[in-house]
């Protein structure tokens, strides 16, 4: 039941208040000045406060109220409070709700009205109340994860993204292949670099593979390595992937794209640890961790025969999936103020606009966006104007237009690698090479 305190030194209008809440099962203290008022609120409970403006015989200024109410918020500055004055002032009244009062109501009072007012305020106090615990178990729940575990300065904010942190640090110590799922942009292998920093191995070797970006007929030379004349311009022994990790973890990212025979010999390393380079019958031993990422449904590929189901259940002893950025809203600020230039900061506007945009690229994306922003941007602000977030009518992940100024400020800052830039961007290497054409960028 919602306590409320009432601070006046008219008895009837104490009584009044009294009767005209208990038939609403709303109980009551009562306080016959300021300062037992104040001495309440510091012993018990109280949801809200209804206030006299007026103590001192022939006082009518309102300046003991004014007195008490700024006391009040002071100490208590998220409890609400009814001002009530037989003497209404009009410019005190709109002073004091500027500094916060929840409402002022001359005597004598609306019944209905003062109902109401109570009803709707501890609705949002109670609403507050809640926010205010969960916020709090939030922000202690972050803490205890940044103190107890190596997050490599991974930003975030959002409850979706704490869950999934929690579990990959809970699941990093165990020797077992994690297979993570995600959009494109989320940010998968950040993740993955979380496991392997709190993991048995985080001091050997952290090595990435994406085997999308590798040719299928060099895929398993990629991984397994191969002595020299193993295939076409092989002259010399390479060493692969799995070498390379030996004694740490070795990040598969795309691995929906690894062909057949490329899975079988990856299913052979994961139950035996053992392998031979292409061209070499010596069989090698590793040690190493390995975990997977796509963005495929592999069940569906599985189905269709591009995607082998022993290897997918040997992948996916431990599934951790990444939201997409829509899906966790509370991280998009925090990571956009972080991708800021030195000496920019957002407008109030460019958080708007961030939180209403759908960001079909993820992560990446909203760097892209802010990295442009903060090139174009004349001033120190960024405005929502400056992101220019439009949404192309039928667009989806892989069509997010980009204006011929962010594609060239982007393959600049690569150097020219068109794959580098495609990444930055949030898009494909062929994506990109469709936007170079399109808006007369060389390829050259």
């Not at 300046?63 to 209404?88: C, H, M, N």
């Not at 999308?212 to 092989?234: H, N, R, S, V």
């Not at 259940?313 to 509370?330: F, W």
Request: hydrophobic share 40%; net charge negative.
């Amino acid at each position: 039941m919602a306590n409320i305190l009432i601070i006046d030194d008219n008895q009837s209008v104490v009584i009044a208040l009294e009767v005209l809440l208990s038939l609403h099962d709303i109980s009551t203290l009562q306080a016959s000045s300021p300062e037992q008022g104040l001495a309440i609120l510091q012993s018990t409970p109280v949801d809200l406060v209804i206030q006299d403006m007026n103590f001192s015989a022939e006082t009518t200024s309102g300046e003991e109220g004014v007195q008490l109410f700024q006391k009040i918020r002071l100490s208590y500055p998220d409890l609400p409070v009814i001002l009530l004055t037989a003497w209404t002032h009009l410019n005190a009244a709109v002073e004091l709700i500027k500094a916060g009062a929840a409402d002022y109501l001359a005597k004598p009072w609306d019944d209905q009205r003062l109902i109401t007012t109570i009803k709707n305020l501890l609705e949002l106090g109670e609403t507050n109340r809640v926010l205010r615990q969960k916020t709090s178990r939030e922000r202690k729940q972050k803490q205890t994860l940044e103190k107890n575990f190596d997050l490599r300065n991974f930003i975030w904010q959002d409850s979706a993204t704490e869950r999934l942190l929690s579990m990959a640090c809970q699941v990093a110590r165990a020797d077992v292949p994690i297979l993570i799922t995600g959009p494109n942009g989320a940010g998968k292998e950040r993740i993955a670099e979380i496991i392997q920093a709190n993991s048995h191995v985080k001091d050997g070797p952290f090595v990435v593979l994406n085997c999308g970006a590798i040719p299928a007929e060099l895929i398993e030379a990629e991984l397994f390595g191969a002595d020299a004349g193993a295939y076409t311009g092989a002259n010399k022994p390479r060493e692969g992937k799995f070498e390379a990790a030996d004694g740490g973890t070795l990040f598969l990212d795309e691995i929906g794209n690894l062909p057949l025979a490329g899975q079988m010999k990856l299913l052979r390393v994961l139950e035996t640890g053992k392998f031979e380079r292409l061209g070499s019958n010596r069989e090698r031993q590793v040690k190493v961790r390995v975990i997977s990422a796509t963005n495929a449904d592999l069940q569906s590929m599985i189905k269709a025969g591009s995607f082998r189901e022993d290897l997918f259940y040997r992948l996916n002893l431990i599934e951790l999936t990444l939201p997409a950025l829509s899906e966790r809203p509370d991280d998009i600020v925090p990571l956009a103020e972080y991708f800021l230039s030195e000496g920019k900061k957002l407008h109030p506007s460019a958080h708007t606009a961030l939180k209403q945009y759908p960001w079909p690229g993820n992560v990446r994306e909203l760097k892209n966006k802010i990295t442009r922003a903060c090139l174009l941007s004349s001033g120190a602000e960024i405005t929502a104007q400056d992101l220019g977030l439009i949404v192309t009518l039928g667009a989806i992940n892989d069509e997010v237009e980009l204006d011929k100024a962010t594609i060239e400020s982007m393959l600049k800052k690569a150097h020219g690698v068109v794959s580098q830039a495609a990444a930055e961007l949030g898009l494909s290497r062929q994506a990109l090479y469709r936007r170079m054409d399109r808006l007369g960028i060389s390829r050259s």
